[in-house]
C-alpha cells in the first residue's frame, strides 16, 4: 500500500477538525489530491458567512494552528472591529504540521459564495473543480459537468465564466497584471496548462489592442503590459514569467511593472 501523500495528509487534518461545519475545502491542495501530484503550496477552507469565517478560525486555533505573524493585526480588527466590505476577507494560519491554511468569505458578483459549487465555479483554472463540502462530509467533482467531453485529469481551459470573459477582453486590471503569475505557478506544479494558455493569450491579445488604441497614457502603458504578459505565455517563458514576478510589487507605478517584466 503506496503512503498517503502531502495533499491526503494535510487534507485529513484540516478536515478532521471541521467535519460536520459549513465551509468548503477546495484550491490547489485538493487538485493535487485529485491529480495525485505534490503541486500546492497551502491548503484553502472557504467559509459562506462572516460568523463562519470567525468561528472557523477560532475552531483551528484551539486544535493548535497559529496565526500568520502578518495577519495578527487582521484576526484582532475582526474581533474588535468587524469585518470590511472587501471582496475577500482571509486569515491565514499554519497547522501543527505547518501547511499554510487560508480561511476565506469570499463575495461573487455581489454575493457570498455559499454552496461549494459557487466557490469552484469562482475559481480561474478548471484543473480546480472539485472540492469537499464538509458540512455534508461529501467530495464533489464538478469537471465532468463544466466540461463535458474533456478528460477530467487531462488537460482543461479556464472555468466557463472566467473563459468568456478572457475571450473577449473583459479583464480587471487586478486579474490581469496577476493571471500571468498564477499561469506560471501551476505550470511549475506539473500541470498541462495548453488550453488555459490558449485563453490567456488571446484575452491579453484583445485587451492589449483596446488599451493602446487610448488617448490615455497609463492605458497605453497597460496594453504594453498586457502584450508582454501575453508574449511571455505564448513564447513559454515560464522561468522568466518567475523571475519577473519575483521582483514586483503591484502597488509600483505601471512603469516599474513594465520594467520588471522586461
Known amino acids: 500500500m503506496s503512503s498517503p501523500s502531502r495533499a491526503d495528509v494535510a487534507l485529513a487534518e484540516a478536515a478532521g477538525l471541521l467535519r460536520g461545519t459549513p465551509v468548503f475545502i477546495a484550491g490547489s491542495c485538493v487538485a493535487a489530491q485529485s491529480h495525485q501530484t505534490d503541486g500546492f503550496s497551502d491548503l484553502d477552507v472557504f467559509v459562506p458567512t462572516q460568523q463562519v469565517l470567525i468561528s472557523t478560525v477560532q475552531t483551528l486555533l484551539n486544535h493548535g494552528y497559529t496565526i500568520d505573524?502578518?495577519?495578527?493585526?487582521?484576526?484582532?480588527?475582526?474581533?474588535?472591529?468587524?469585518?470590511?466590505?472587501?471582496?475577500?476577507?482571509?486569515?491565514?494560519?499554519?497547522?501543527?504540521?505547518?501547511?499554510?491554511?487560508?480561511?476565506?468569505?469570499?463575495?461573487?458578483?455581489?454575493?457570498?459564495?455559499?454552496?461549494?459549487a459557487q466557490v469552484l465555479e469562482s475559481f480561474d483554472?478548471?484543473?480546480?473543480?472539485?472540492?469537499?463540502?464538509?458540512?455534508?462530509e461529501t467530495y464533489r467533482d464538478m469537471r465532468p459537468y463544466l466540461f463535458p467531453g474533456y478528460p477530467v485529469n487531462g488537460p482543461l481551459p479556464l472555468m466557463p465564466g472566467k473563459r468568456d470573459a478572457w475571450r473577449?477582453?473583459?479583464?480587471?486590471?487586478?486579474?490581469?497584471?496577476?493571471?500571468?503569475?498564477?499561469?506560471?505557478?501551476?505550470h511549475g506544479y506539473g500541470y498541462d496548462?495548453?488550453?488555459?494558455?490558449?485563453?490567456?493569450v488571446q484575452g491579453y491579445r484583445m485587451v492589449a489592442s483596446y488599451m493602446q488604441s487610448q488617448a490615455d497614457d497609463d492605458k497605453q502603458l497597460l496594453g504594453?503590459?498586457?502584450?508582454?504578459?501575453?508574449?511571455?505565455?505564448?513564447?513559454?517563458?515560464?522561468?522568466?514569467?518567475?523571475?519577473?514576478?519575483?521582483?514586483?510589487?503591484f502597488k509600483d507605478s505601471l512603469d516599474l511593472i513594465m520594467e520588471a517584466l522586461e
Open 224 to 249: 504594453q503590459i498586457y502584450t508582454t504578459l501575453g508574449d511571455k505565455i505564448e513564447d513559454n517563458e515560464i522561468d522568466e514569467l518567475l523571475q519577473s514576478y519575483k521582483t514586483l510589487d
Open 193 to 200: 496548462m495548453s488550453l488555459v494558455k490558449e485563453d490567456l
Open 69 to 116: 505573524d502578518r495577519f495578527g493585526r487582521v484576526w484582532h480588527r475582526w474581533l474588535r472591529y468587524g469585518l470590511k466590505g472587501w471582496h475577500t476577507n482571509s486569515m491565514r494560519l499554519f497547522s501543527k504540521t505547518d501547511v499554510e491554511t487560508n480561511v476565506v468569505y469570499k463575495i461573487v458578483d455581489g454575493h457570498p459564495t455559499t454552496t461549494l
Open 168 to 186: 473577449n477582453g473583459y479583464i480587471s486590471q487586478y486579474n490581469g497584471l496577476r493571471e500571468a503569475a498564477r499561469y506560471a505557478k501551476y
Open 125 to 136: 483554472f478548471g484543473l480546480l473543480g472539485s472540492g469537499y463540502d464538509m458540512e455534508s
